[in-house]
């Protein structure tokens, strides 16, 4: 692992520098920031708090074109749009880089996924340490910290008036490497005052909960009410999926505009009935129960069993941004508290 | 990097319709396009294949043909939803899209020296088909056939010539069956589950496929039970809606397996270890 020094003040000259990358980092929208495509660093927003979505939809689009068919019918050979020019992800959260990891065991192995793999090669991702973690994060309890290296090319932790840069990876070197005039190496102060903000961050975490007692009991639970219960307060909205940092279905459509056709996908959620509904009209999983069940145990047991590693990194969104407070750390507390 | 999602184009070769009334079910022939393709499409009985109709969308349809017949690729339809419906307007010659095969298949290498059962109701009777006609294809590996099958009515019966010939043949046993009397019929009448315990084929040296509908499957599996089959005997399909094949999109698992690639071919033995499955 390499190291180096950023004054605070030279961080758009130094992504200014980042001549062969197209650069990606949150921008300011109204309330949020949103990762975009950004032409001019000044524009660079900064902020892990007011992002609802995570960076998921850079390598996993909301709609994607799969291909265009011909006047024949014929498929076209897709060209993985705007993957060409290598990405440069700045500011993401270190819990959404574990959550890439996580669909990684999905998409990258048995039968990869070409799009997501194209993308995922070709992006480099610099994260930014959470230094505040917010009131519904508990990473801790998944495996991760607000300091995790886990995922990402690069983390930059604020000491203040500059910036310590971690770089892990081959390609988060030739990506700095381009910057090299603007770096430093780090002084002893910054050393120390990096492991101050890791040490402190970590601290600030206010909810945990234990995966081992909610393990145990979801192998006894299937059938209980508990799941009734729990889904008594959701309207089955889906913002619990679209803001997940590691939730990836999707739907395939075919669009037809003027004659012309085209297959898309698009993000879809298990919280919706039509998710599963047969053309029959028999629905496996017709109510919230039953689809709010599933995705528990998609994500803390099937998950686990299938890959070794929750469907969850702990980031909150989920809490936070229910229109109908349903709280997933109570959730889980529930399930491991129930016998 | 091969992607999965691009379909190959198929051509139909000719369509059947296989049933009247308010669920219609047409048999459509496939032959794909390309003479690469068509070599390196290799499927087994029991698996599926995604059919599609440029703008309108793709269905997982499970294939009803056998891989020992060459000549073209069949599929069962029943004419249900959007894309359903649109593969039904087409006509011999028209242009179908194709990609697959998909999932599991029926282990009929290890049937080998068995006694085939199959008990199949209304569409269910498409995966089956594929089973019997790829074990009378290679008869000598096989022990006696049973081929247990019923519909509502005679309009509803599915490959009716083909199984009226195989009637006649000496090499297998079929039993076909109507739910409700009809003039001129002169088999069975009353539901599926009830002619297997009439029959009571013996669970000696044999193993028992079933598919059709999920409450026919309900009762075909506890009489199975009654007759003595052991669960391990015992082989069925799961069904659910379906969009990548590959285990990518979500949403046909029953539990931990996903119906597209871990299915769709399940063991009672396996099946009764997804609580989801509502099985027992």
Redesign the interface.
């Known amino acids: 692992m390499e190291n180096y020094g950023l004054k605070k003040d030279s961080l758009k000259e130094f992504l200014k520098t980042l001549q062969d990358v197209e650069l990606f980092a949150p921008v300011r929208r109204g309330d949020v920031t949103a990762f975009e495509h950004v032409s001019d660093p000044e524009g660079v927003a900064l902020d892990l708090e007011h992002q609802p979505l995570p960076a998921k939809k850079l390598l996993l689009p909301q709609t994607e074109i799969?291909?265009a068919?011909d006047k024949?019918?014929?498929?076209k050979?897709?060209d993985f749009r705007g993957t060409k020019k290598k990405r440069f992800v700045f500011g993401v959260r270190p819990c959404d880089a574990r959550g890439f990891g996580i669909i990684d065991s999905?998409?990258e192995k048995?039968?990869?996924?070409?799009y997501y793999?194209?993308k995922r090669s070709n992006t480099v991702l610099a994260g930014l340490q959470c230094s505040h973690p917010f009131p519904n994060c508990f990473c801790t309890s998944l495996g991760g910290s607000p300091s995790s290296s886990e995922g990402l090319d690069l983390l930059f932790f604020d000491c203040g008036g500059s910036y310590l840069i971690e770089v892990y990876t081959e390609k988060g070197q030739q990506v700095v490497k381009e910057a090299q005039s603007l770096l430093s190496s780090p002084s002893a102060e910054q050393i120390t005052e990096k492991e101050k903000v890791v040490r402190e961050a970590a601290e600030r975490i206010q909810r945990s909960l234990s995966l081992d007692g909610v393990l145990r009991n979801m192998e006894i639970l299937?059938?209980d009410p508990i799941w009734g219960d729990m889904a008594r307060k959701c309207i089955s909205c889906g913002i619990c999926t679209y803001t997940c940092p590691t939730c990836?279905?999707?739907?395939?459509?075919?669009?037809?505009i003027q004659g012309k056709?085209k297959?898309v996908?698009i993000w879809?959620s298990?919280m919706f009935g039509e998710?599963?509904?047969?053309?029959?009209g028999?629905n496996?999983r017709p109510t919230r129960a039953e689809r709010l069940r599933?995705r528990m145990?998609?994500k803390f047991?099937?998950n686990i069993?299938?890959h070794g590693i929750a469907g969850c990194v702990g980031c909150g969104r989920c809490i936070t941004l229910c229109p109908a407070n349903e709280d997933l750390i109570e959730n889980l507390q529930s399930i491991e508290s129930a016998r | 990097m091969i992607n999965p999602y691009l379909p190959h184009q198929a051509k139909i070769q000719s369509v059947k319709q296989e049933t009247t009334g308010d669920r219609v079910i047409k048999t459509f022939k496939l032959v794909l396009e390309d003479n690469s393709c068509r070599e390196s499409f290799l499927y087994k009985p029991g698996q599926c294949a995604m059919l599609g109709v440029p703008g309108v969308g793709e269905s997982m349809i499970s294939i009803t043909s056998s891989p020992t017949q060459k000549e073209s690729i069949a599929f069962s339809i029943m004419r249900m939803g959007k894309v359903t419906s649109a593969i039904h307007e087409k006509e011999a010659g028209d242009p179908l899209t194709l990609r697959g095969p998909y999932g599991n298949h029926f282990p009929l290498d290890e049937w080998k020296g068995k006694n085939i059962l199959t008990v199949g109701g209304g569409i269910g009777q498409a995966p089956l088909s594929s089973i019997i006609h790829y074990v009378l294809d290679n008869r000598t590996d096989y022990g006696a056939i049973d081929i247990i099958y019923g519909a509502r009515t005679t309009a509803d019966l599915c490959y009716k010539e083909e199984l009226f010939e195989m009637e006649r043949r000496e090499d297998i046993r079929v039993h076909l069956s109507i739910d409700v009397r009809e003039e001129g019929w002169d088999r069975y009448v009353g539901f599926v589950p009830s002619n297997l315990l009439r029959i009571k084929p013996s669970p000696e040296n044999a193993v028992a496929i079933t598919c059709g509908p999920p409450v026919m499957i309900k009762f075909v599996l506890k009489n199975l039970l009654q007759l003595g089959f052991a669960e391990s005997q015992i082989y069925t399909t799961l069904e659910n809606r379906m969009k990548c094949g590959i285990g990518k999109c979500g949403r046909c698992n029953v539990g931990p397996v996903y119906v597209c690639k871990d299915g769709p071919v399940f063991s009672y033995v396996q099946l009764k270890s997804l609580p989801e499955a509502h099985i027992s």
């Open positions: 799969l291909f068919f024949k019918g014929l498929p050979e897709p999905v998409y048995d039968c990869p996924d070409p793999v194209a299937f059938e990836y279905c999707f739907d395939i459509q075919d669009e037809k056709a297959r996908r879809d298990c998710y599963t509904l047969h053309a029959s028999h496996p599933n145990y998609h047991k099937h069993d299938l």
